[in-house]
């Protein structure tokens, strides 16, 4: 009897414990909304950005890719006002878009985008003359056939040197070539530039893109360039266009997650970047909430708004503590309520990458961001 009895207390101070657990949590969870509310609010009673907390002196110019479509939002206007001093084209400056069709540019939407920095004092990053996607197929061909790499050559000089010509003195900087490296055991990646031009093609694109604005600055742009296999190849393919001063910068994408990639490695890739005396720039960040394309679709709870700001937080140490080095960071996108990663790497898949919310409200994140 007296066991059965000591069964329940045990069961009882157990579940008492249990319950003092999760109102324990509950509590911080509602006090953490609360410390989230109070920043709002005075988020809300200030005028002070992303911009203004990084000044470009101090630190880098801190940018967002848009299409053009944000600028006839006028709650979107005034977030990307507040918060950013550089802007990118998230589509219009790239082939598919400018030169559809041979000898045909298409620059109204570029345009409006540029104008709409320039009305606002933001600096322009280009994105992205040469790349192996966004690409029209006439390219690569010639008539029903391949084209040769003298044809190839020249349609990537022509447009290098017309896109450059077009926006002299109002893009500062320009991602050369986007991607041309392997990700598995080959060195480049097997692309149509490269199939049929070899490795000449991004030192073509380089040089047509040197000659065009020589104060434009250069980048070589790649995601993944963290990872120490791809990082060295990335170096080697540097050192030899900073060997013919071809190359300004290295811009890494920055499309990263809740946990991956570690301080270490990033650290030691902007370090070995920055060896060559080269900028670094992040040109693509967003932080994923999702580590593995098999994770299920989540509503963006606390858990990963702790993780996430606990991430973004981690990166923009490491960006700091590299000031002197970095010239940029740009975020890919303005708020969750529109990003590619719905898309990608599973379609249809809810993501919330950014610093402010689907409702275009600053999140724990961007409170981590500005806290230092
Ligand atoms: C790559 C490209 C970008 C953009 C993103 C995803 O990183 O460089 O232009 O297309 O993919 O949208």
Redesign the pocket.
């Known amino acids: 009897m007296l066991k059965k009895n000591w069964k329940v207390v045990l069961l009882l101070l157990v579940s008492l414990s249990f319950i003092r657990v999760t109102s324990c949590n509950k509590n911080e969870s509602a006090t953490d909304g609360n410390e989230l509310q109070k920043k709002i609010d005075e988020y809300n009673r200030s005028n002070k950005g992303l911009k203004d907390y990084y000044t470009s002196d101090d630190y880098f110019y801190i940018g967002v890719a848009i299409p053009p479509s944000f600028i006839d939002n006028q709650r979107k206007v005034a977030l990307i006002r507040r918060h950013f001093n550089s802007i990118t084209a998230e589509n219009d400056m790239k082939w598919s878009n400018l030169q559809p069709t041979e000898g045909i540019f298409t620059f109204a939407n570029a345009d409006k985008i540029v104008a709409f920095a320039e009305a606002n004092g933001m600096k322009v990053r280009g994105?992205?003359l040469c790349w192996h996607n966004q690409v029209p197929a006439w390219i690569f061909r010639d008539g029903t056939a391949i084209a040769s790499k003298e044809l190839v050559l020249q349609r990537l000089r022509t447009h290098i040197t017309t896109v450059m010509n077009h926006f002299k003195g109002e893009v500062y900087a320009w991602d050369v070539v986007?991607?041309a490296i392997d990700d598995g055991s080959s060195v480049y990646r097997n692309s149509q530039w490269y199939t049929i031009c070899g490795e000449d093609y991004i030192i073509e694109a380089f040089k047509a893109a040197r000659a065009a604005d020589p104060d434009a600055k250069l980048f070589y742009?790649d995601?993944t360039a963290i990872d120490p296999t791809k990082r060295d190849k990335i170096y080697s393919l540097l050192v030899k266009l900073k060997e013919q001063n071809l190359v300004d910068g290295m811009g890494l994408?920055g499309?990263w997650n809740i946990s991956y990639p570690s301080t270490n490695l990033i650290n030691d890739a902007i370090n070995k970047y920055k060896s060559l005396g080269l900028e670094v720039q992040i040109t693509?960040m967003d932080v994923s909430v999702y580590t593995s394309n098999s994770d299920p679709q989540s509503a963006y709870n606390d858990n990963l708004a702790q993780q996430q700001s606990t991430a973004y937080s981690r990166y923009f140490e490491a960006f700091r503590s590299f000031k002197d080095v970095i010239t940029g960071v740009t975020f890919?996108g303005l708020a969750d309520d529109y990003t590619?990663l719905d898309n990608f790497p599973v379609a249809g898949r809810k993501n919330y990458p950014l610093l402010f919310d689907v409702n275009l409200a600053p999140k724990a994140a961007y409170f981590k961001v500005i806290d230092f």
């Open positions: 994105h992205c986007n991607e742009n995601y994408q499309h693509e890919w590619w």
